[in-house]
């Protein structure tokens, strides 16, 4: 348990060589581990990882920040990473119709797929042939526990804003600009909508939005929006909505 907390997350090949024994003993022990809810799976064979056990929400964003924060060399590949824009669309094609049976609420489920979606492409329409460490998009969903977390490794908000609006000179005002203002990140576009649309459905749909970048967070519960400082600087960006 202490190694995988050390990692946030291990395969049981990671497992087994660290521990020494062979792969029965190893895996007795993890199914105990998992019968007393100390550790939790996820994942098929070849790829499971395993985790230390706490609330779900709680794990979730942890595995988020720690996707984004992780050196590109040691980031496993997971379901919930897609590297290409078509990877992710393929996957996020299906989240309407599921939303729609957790929830019985059709209305909700697409608008709230359609700001998904809208996040997800903004990473790789702000950083299509520039992004500076690994491309693509971390996208985990837990429908039972009613929450959605997506990340990128890109450029980050200041960065696109700053585009066409150099005098924005930190990352709070540029996540205000971003949800606030109809301006492009992308210069001789007709675009800059998607972020405002985003916050129109968090209040509409009465949801709840954390969306990092740089050192700065801006927090929609339902109609409020706050702009502020982050205790943790991230990378491109992070968004979480409690639905």
């Known amino acids: 348990m202490r190694f995988i907390k050390s990692k946030s997350s291990a395969t049981p090949k990671e497992i ?21 809810k100390l550790i939790y799976k996820t994942g098929k064979p070849p790829k499971v990882f395993y985790y230390l056990a706490m609330d779900k929400n709680k794990q979730m ?8 924060a992780s050196p590109a060399k040691e980031i496993p590949e997971t379901r919930e990473y897609s590297q290409t824009r078509d990877v992710f669309q393929a996957r996020h094609n299906k989240l309407a119709k599921e939303l729609e049976r957790e929830t019985g609420n059709t209305t909700l489920a697409y608008l ?3 700001a998904v979606g809208e996040i997800g492409n903004n990473s790789f329409d702000h950083n299509f042939g520039n992004w ?11 429908l039972k526990e009613k929450i959605i977390c997506l990340a990128d490794r890109g450029n980050g908000v200041f960065y696109t804003i700053g585009r066409v609006r150099p005098e924005i000179n930190d990352d709070v005002g540029a996540l205000r600009v971003a949800f606030t203002e109809i ?29 990092y970048s740089g050192n700065a967070l801006c927090a ?4 409020k929006i706050e702009f502020k400082l982050s ?8 968004a979480i909505i409690n639905f």
């Not at 500076?132 to 837990?142: M, S």
């Not at 301006?183 to 969306?211: D, W």
């Open 61 to 68: 964003v942890q595995n988020v920040f720690n996707w984004n």
């Open 231 to 238: 205790d943790t600087k991230v990378r491109g960006t992070i």
């Open 16 to 36: 087994t060589k660290f521990i020494g024994f062979g792969s029965p003993a190893v895996f007795r022990q993890l199914k105990k581990l998992q019968n007393k």
């Open 220 to 223: 929609i519960d339902e109609a």
């Open 183 to 211: 301006v492009s990140g992308r210069p001789k576009e007709n675009r800059g909508n998607g972020l405002k649309f985003v916050r129109r459905v968090i209040g509409e749909c009465k949801l709840k939005l954390k969306f």
């Open 132 to 142: 500076p460490d690994i491309p693509g998009v971390y996208c985990e969903i837990n």
């Open 112 to 114: 709230l797929s359609a």
